[in-house]
T-cell receptor
Framework: AQKITQTQPGMFVQEKEAVTLDCTYD???????LFWYKQPSSGEMIFLIY??????QNATEGRYSLNFQKARKSANLVISASQLGDSAMYFC????????????FGTGTRLQVFP | GAVVSQHPSRVICKSGTSVKIECRSL??????MFWYRQFPKQSLMLMAT?????????EQGVEKDKFLINHASLTLSTLTVTSAHPEDSSFYIC????????????FGDGTRLSIL
């Protein structure tokens, strides 16, 4: 079974609108961390936001927020007030357990922001 | 935020050449460094995990004699693609992290390797 599932290969959003990128995960470990990264066409991976399994509140970082629904095992990224520069690939990733530094990545969602 | 430097950013070379890629954490001491390979329009594929002073741990299916990893210090890891062939052409990207379940991996800018 896939550990991280991103079901949206591509998404379109108009500038200034909000968009939600879906991510579901699968783990039996009670301790895990969820990360979102942005990869522009230039290739670098930019860390956006983190959510810990024990965090009571949804993480927020500027225009990025994470809609964390633990019972449903989902960690959707919400980008508010989209900008043209937000066009990129977005990857959801999970660190599973306390004893590993490895990240398991999803297949990614390509977001395109249009004027 | 934490800065990871990776170079070269682009390499074009002939088949049979060995290519070395460096990954440095500039402003923190990384307990672990990772090497990934990414094919076009695909996700990152973990190749190996590297800890300072110890042998790298390779993922299943990754040839350790083809992809040599050296982690000489807490701030430097190198990946050498030995006797590279066209099928080794890809985007290689490193990351570094320090221990802690909430710590993200910080990535270099990647290296585009093209073997002619």
């Amino acid at each position: 079974a896939q550990k991280i599932t991103q079901t949206q290969p591509g998404m379109f959003v108009q500038e200034k609108e909000a968009v939600t990128l879906d991510c579901t995960y699968d783990t039996s470990d009670p301790s895990y961390g969820l990360f979102w990264y942005k990869q522009p066409s230039s290739g670098e991976m930019i860390f956006l936001i983190y959510q810990g399994s024990y965090d009571q509140q949804n993480a927020t970082e500027g225009r990025y927020s994470l809609n964390f629904q633990k019972a449903r095992k989902s960690a959707n990224l919400v980008i508010s007030a989209s900008q043209l520069g937000d066009s990129a690939m977005y990857f959801c990733a999970m660190r599973e357990g306390r004893d590993t530094d490895k990240l398991i990545f999803g297949t990614g969602t390509r977001l395109q922001v249009f004027p | 935020g934490a800065v990871v430097s990776q170079h070269p950013s682009r390499v074009i070379c002939k088949s049979g050449t060995s290519v070395k890629i460096e990954c440095r954490s500039l402003d923190f001491q990384a307990t672990t460094m990772f090497w990934y390979r990414q094919f076009p329009k695909q996700s990152l594929m973990l190749m190996a995990t590297s800890n300072e002073g110890s042998k790298a741990t390779y993922e299943q299916g990754v040839e350790k004699d083809k992809f040599l990893i050296n982690h000489a210090s807490l701030t430097l890891s190198t990946l050498t693609v030995t006797s590279a062939h066209p099928e080794d052409s890809s985007f290689y990207i490193c990351s570094a992290s320090y221990r802690g379940v909430s710590q993200p991996q910080h990535f270099g800018d990647g290296t585009r390797l093209s073997i002619l």
